[in-house]
C-alpha cells in the first residue's frame, strides 16, 4: 500500500458515489484543476491534494460515434467524448436522442444510469432529459 493512500481506491470511491446517484469528480487543493478519471496524485504535478467534489454534469460533446450492433443485442448506441465544464473530458453514452443524431458541440446534461447492471454517468442532449 502506498503512503498516498489509504483505504477504498479512487475507482471504487468514484463508483460508489455513483451508486449513492452522485457525479462525483477530483480536484486539487493547490492548483484547482479539476481531474478525471479517478487517481490518487494530480497528473502533471505529482500533488496528492485531490479532493473528491460534485461535477455540475454540464459537458459539450468533443467527438462521437455510432457503435453499432443487432437490434437483438440492443441495438446501435452512442458513444462520446465530453468536455465537462469543470476542465476534463470523459468517455460516455448520450442517451434520449438517435446514436447518430449527437454532435460535435452538442451540449449535453449528465445524469446517474445504469450500464451492464452498474450505476453510470450517461448523458442526455440539454432539453432531452
Given at each position: 500500500?502506498?503512503?498516498y493512500?489509504?483505504?477504498?481506491?479512487?475507482?471504487?470511491?468514484?463508483k460508489a458515489?455513483l451508486?449513492?446517484?452522485?457525479?462525483?469528480?477530483?480536484?486539487?487543493?493547490?492548483?484547482?484543476e479539476?481531474?478525471?478519471y479517478?487517481?490518487?496524485?494530480?497528473?502533471?504535478t505529482?500533488t496528492?491534494?485531490?479532493?473528491w467534489?460534485?461535477?455540475?454534469?454540464?459537458?459539450?460533446?468533443y467527438?462521437?460515434?455510432?457503435n453499432?450492433?443487432?437490434p437483438?443485442?440492443?441495438?446501435?448506441?452512442?458513444i462520446?467524448?465530453?468536455?465537462l465544464t469543470?476542465g476534463?473530458?470523459?468517455?460516455?453514452?448520450?442517451?434520449?436522442v438517435a446514436?447518430?443524431?449527437v454532435?460535435?458541440g452538442?451540449?449535453?446534461?449528465a445524469?446517474i444510469?445504469?450500464?451492464?447492471g452498474?450505476p453510470a454517468v450517461?448523458?442526455?442532449?440539454?432539453?432531452t432529459?
Amino acid at each position: 500500500m502506498s503512503a498516498y493512500f489509504d483505504g477504498p481506491g479512487p475507482e471504487a470511491q468514484f463508483k460508489a458515489f455513483l451508486a449513492t446517484g452522485k457525479f462525483m469528480i477530483q480536484r486539487s487543493a493547490s492548483s484547482g484543476e479539476h481531474v478525471f478519471y479517478p487517481r490518487t496524485i494530480a497528473p502533471g504535478t505529482g500533488t496528492a491534494d485531490l479532493e473528491w467534489v460534485e461535477a455540475s454534469g454540464d459537458g459539450t460533446v468533443y467527438a462521437t460515434t455510432v457503435n453499432r450492433q443487432r437490434p437483438e443485442k440492443g441495438g446501435d448506441y452512442n458513444i462520446a467524448l465530453i468536455d465537462l465544464t469543470e476542465g476534463p473530458r470523459m468517455m460516455a453514452r448520450v442517451e434520449g436522442v438517435a446514436p447518430d443524431a449527437v454532435t460535435v458541440g452538442m451540449r449535453v446534461k449528465a445524469r446517474i444510469g445504469e450500464l451492464a447492471g452498474e450505476p453510470a454517468v450517461i448523458f442526455d442532449a440539454e432539453g432531452t432529459a
